[in-house]
């Protein structure tokens, strides 16, 4: 039976030939005179009309009162990095299918919420974190919804659009943008916006966001009401609505809006349920790293979200992390990203047997006892490094895993320590930021280390406001050097403006920021690199380090696929914002704007080898070589 009620045979039809949108389950005979509910109906004209015809699929089961709605969700907007480090096919619809009651549609059981990817079965984590914030959304739905409440709120608001209507003497005074398209997106702001700092009289924005949104606002009766997304203006508060207005305020004004809790406001039912949970559903997925994958509350992080999804520390949802299974990956991330488990594992020694762990282990381990499912054997609230430690020095090395089985490799760790095991999921599961190993033919020669590392750790709210301010000031590349023992923490907390906090190491002699440098001797000096030194180093000091790494001969890069030493030194290469806000003193640079700085790269030397000391990042032939090694890999989208 198709969506007009035609009864469809198997002669006519076998299945195959069906539209795509269209894919019927025909159970025993064919009942013609089976009754549909005209709301789901027109709910589903709805999502064609407003997104396509292959955005909604319909099947139903013959003589069953069941019907299942497939709901297309378009996920291109994604950069293909954030997709990678996600785990999702980015070029491949998610899934989300309902099942409802053919004939009481809105007024029948609640349905039941299935997300997948198709081609995307095994790992699809984000799926698990994504239907229960779509079973969620629905049952807080389905308490006040029904088929009559439906056609009244869209009676209601269809009487604000009339010719004479509110909405037409609002939308007169407060218009100001062009229209917005309805295909799903990540916010952009077009280069035409961007050239020249036009006032408003001149400035047309084409694209604010490449995805569907709406303004919710209220009638002065207290009713939501909002704009659909293909309406020919987006009204902006009178009181942030000035004559004349700056592209930075323009952009402040964007961001603003998208801040917050945007992402859990309730779309309107003007267009039905189906579009309602869909609008619902773009809004929730570009923001799904900076909610517990548990629990859906907001991350309370020193520096905001990260680019992968995590769980909170709250306990219950440490449990409920562990009893979902979710952390039982560490056998997968061995067998493809080798290199970066042993990375990470390094990190967290390096700060585990710092002196100021007390200060730089954050986040401390989150970690249920294996033979105790209801306590924790580490917890964040009753530290205790001496047992930490001892579990990490029963961590078997990378290299030994990747040899043989990692079932025998986990009894032997699990004879050794049964914590072990459980605090290397932990090491691999916390991990917020994106880290590939990149092969011979992609690292910077120059570096001389064969550890190179594409980091990528800014969530994609983060990385477009980057690349709002890259199209209006420009961008370069600079180092960040920082002690190895950091590293541990600015993977999961970001990297942070430390000045004039506990976490400060070197001083601040040049005001508060972040501080990188283009001359890759100042950066190693940071690092540690030789015999760190926890102050600021002095220009004279500085200069002696920088001609003493001159005299180092520079060997071939040892091409180890593994760490061989715990006598570790690290840089990044960081691109920065060059906005007036970047201070430059010489050769030091302090970004004050953390917003402004985005890491790249990462290179590890091992015993005391060293890059190149002449490395200058503003150097032509540099920048050009670090453009070929970056490729599109960042600026894929």
């Known amino acids: 039976m198709d969506i007009k009620g035609q009864c469809w045979t198997d002669e006519e039809s076998d299945g195959e030939n069906e539209p795509e949108q269209f894919l019927y389950g025909i159970q025993g005979s064919c009942a013609a005179d089976l009754y549909r509910h005209p709301q789901l109906d027109a709910d589903i004209e709805a999502v064609k009309d407003i997104y396509t015809d292959s955005a909604v699929s319909v099947r139903e089961y013959g003589t069953i009162d069941d019907v299942d709605i497939d709901l297309h969700i378009n996920i291109g907007f994604l950069d293909e990095e954030v ?63 029904s088929n009559e409440f439906l056609k009244a709120q869209q009676e209601k608001r269809h009487s604000w659009f009339k010719a004479g209507g509110t909405i037409k003497k609002f939308r007169a005074g407060l218009s100001i943008f ?46 939501l009401f909002s704009y659909p997304p293909n309406s020919q203006t987006v009204a902006v508060p009178a009181a942030r609505a000035p004559a004349q207005i700056t592209t930075r305020q323009l952009i402040e004004l964007f961001f603003s809006s998208q801040a917050g809790g945007h992402c859990k406001n309730i ?21 799904l790293n900076e909610y517990c994958v548990v629990c859906d509350e907001q991350h309370v992080f020193q520096n905001g979200s990260m680019l992968k999804p995590a769980v909170c520390t709250r306990e219950l949802c440490v449990f409920s992390f562990y009893t979902l ?22 990190m967290c020694r390096a700060a585990l047997e710092s002196p100021r762990k007390s200060i730089i282990f954050e986040p401390y381990p989150s970690v249920v006892d294996p033979n105790d499912p209801k306590t924790l054997a580490f917890n964040p609230k009753k530290k205790n490094y001496e047992r930490l430690q001892k ?68 969530p994609p709210a983060k990385e477009a406001r980057f690349r709002t301010a890259k ?88 091409q180890s696929r593994f760490l061989q030493s715990r006598n570790l030194n690290c840089i990044a290469l960081c691109e920065v914002i060059t906005s007036k806000d970047l201070q430059k003193h010489g050769n030091i640079w302090v970004c004050p704007v953390s917003d402004h700085v985005c890491t ?35 600026y894929s989208s």
Request: charge should be positive; proline fraction near 6%.
């Open 83 to 145: 997709a990678t480090a996600w785990k999702v096919i980015r070029t491949e619809p998610i899934i989300l299918r309902l099942h409802f009651s053919l004939s009481q549609y809105l007024d029948g059981p609640e349905p039941s919420v299935e997300v997948f990817q198709p081609s995307n079965k095994e790992g699809f984590s984000l799926g698990l974190q994504l239907k229960k914030i779509l079973s969620t959304f629905t049952s807080q739905q389905w308490k006040h919804l």
């Open 178 to 223: 062009s229209p917005i398209p309805k295909s799903p997106s990540f916010p952009l702001i077009q280069d035409t916006v961007l050239k020249g700092k036009l006032s408003v009289p001149e400035l047309r924005v084409t694209r604010l966001m490449n995805r569907s949104i709406s303004c919710t606002m209220k009638n002065p009766k207290g009713e």
């Open 267 to 287: 779309p309107t039912l003007e267009y039905g349920f189906l579009v309602q949970i869909m609008k619902y559903s773009e809004q929730r997925i570009p923001t």
């Open 325 to 346: 299974g979710v952390m039982s990956g560490a056998a997968e991330e061995v067998a493809t990203g080798a290199e970066v488990v042993d990375l990470l594992v390094a």
């Open 391 to 458: 579990a990490l020095d029963s961590v078997m090395s990378i290299r030994e895993m990747t040899q043989g089985s990692y079932l025998e490799i986990k009894k032997q760790m699990d004879k050794l320590d049964p914590l072990a095991h459980p605090l290397l999921q932990w090491i691999i599961s916390s991990n917020r930021s994106h880290i590939v190993k990149l092969p011979l033919s992609r690292q910077l020669k120059f570096m001389h280390t064969s550890h190179q590392f594409l980091l990528l750790s800014s």
């Open 471 to 558: 199209k209006l000031y420009g961008s370069t590349f600079a180092f960040h050097g920082s002690h190895i023992e950091n590293w541990h923490s600015v993977l999961r907390n970001g990297l942070v403006n430390a000045s004039y906090t506990k976490l400060q190491l070197h001083g601040a002699a040049y005001g508060k920021g972040i501080y990188l440098s283009p001359i890759s001797s100042i950066s190693f000096g940071y690092s540690g690199m030789g015999k760190g030194q926890h102050r600021m180093p002095t220009k004279d000091e500085l200069v002696q380090r920088y001609n003493r790494m001159n005299t180092i001969p520079q060997s071939r890069p040892i």
């Open 600 to 634: 790249r790269f990462f290179f590890v030397y091992e015993d005391g080898q060293v890059g190149d000391a002449n490395i200058n990042t503003q150097e032509p032939k540099v920048q050009k070589e670090i453009m070929r090694v970056i490729g599109t890999q960042i």
